[in-house]
């Protein structure tokens, strides 16, 4: 959670680039997705942590309150979801995928959108699901119906498996509803389910995609 004094507000979907520099002057970048809703100067980013990165490990292990940051932002105009629309929403992620549609229910709860949304969430397991608690008390006391897909380990009775046609068809909105759609995650889950939305006939303009490295979902 960071206080960024002078923020100048954000879409949810934006991204930050944060920026560690070294005593040395060594500096490295990476890009992280805003988790929280646009309402005030304070930023949520949800970091997984890479074993050898450069940054991650820093921002999860040795930060501390107080701490200085740099941070470039918000980034990024075109995978946002405005307050204001009216059409159902579908948010389908892959692992920490999830980061920025979270930022999206977020920003639906605050404006006191009535707009229906449905999240299809592909994780290895049920201990990888990330804002689990939050998932489930939205689900239950907003228009959000959530369908968690499992790819390495299931709870009981629930079989394991990726996404595909059939769960397309039994958990996102059907095409005629012309649902905005935002996909993200790894490169391959974006894309086969990108392709699965577009073969069930929605049309591949209103299907938005942001992608990034494996995890292995």
Same mark, same amino acid.
């Given at each position: ?16 680039? /944060? ?13 992280? *997705? ?5 309402d005030g100067i304070r930023l949520e980013l ?8 450069? #940054? ?9 309150? &107080? ?8 980034? &990024?105009?075109?995978? #946002?979801?405005?307050?204001? *629309? ?11 995928? #999830? ?10 709860? /605050? ?45 009981a009775g629930i079989p394991v498996g990726r ?26 889950? /974006? ?9 069930? &006939? ?16």
């Open positions: 959670m960071l206080d960024v004094p002078g923020w100048p507000g954000h879409q949810a979907g934006q991204h930050v680039d /944060v920026k560690l520099t070294a005593e040395d002057g060594y500096s490295a970048q990476r890009s992280y *997705s805003i988790a929280s809703a646009p949800t970091v997984q942590r890479i074993a050898d990165g450069e #940054v991650s490990p820093y921002l999860t292990e040795a930060l501390e309150p &107080g701490d200085p940051l740099e941070l470039r932002g918000p980034i &990024g105009g075109w995978f #946002v979801w405005p307050p204001g *629309s009216v059409a159902p929403l579908l948010l389908v992620a892959g692992g920490s995928g #999830v980061v920025p549609l979270m930022a999206m229910i977020r920003a639906h709860a /605050v404006s006191n959108s009535k707009v229906p949304v449905r999240l299809i969430y592909s994780v290895r397991s049920p201990a990888d699901v990330l804002y689990a608690p939050e998932l489930s008390e939205r689900s239950r006391e907003s228009p959000l119906e959530v369908t968690f897909l499992y790819t390495r380990a299931a709870p996404i595909n046609a059939g769960i397309i068809k039994a958990a996102a909105w059907p095409p005629a509803a012309s649902p905005a759609v935002f996909v993200c995650g790894p490169t391959g889950f /974006v894309e086969t389910a990108a392709d699965l939305l577009v073969a069930a &006939g929605h049309d591949p303009a209103a299907v938005k995609t942001e992608r990034f490295g494996p995890t292995g979902v």
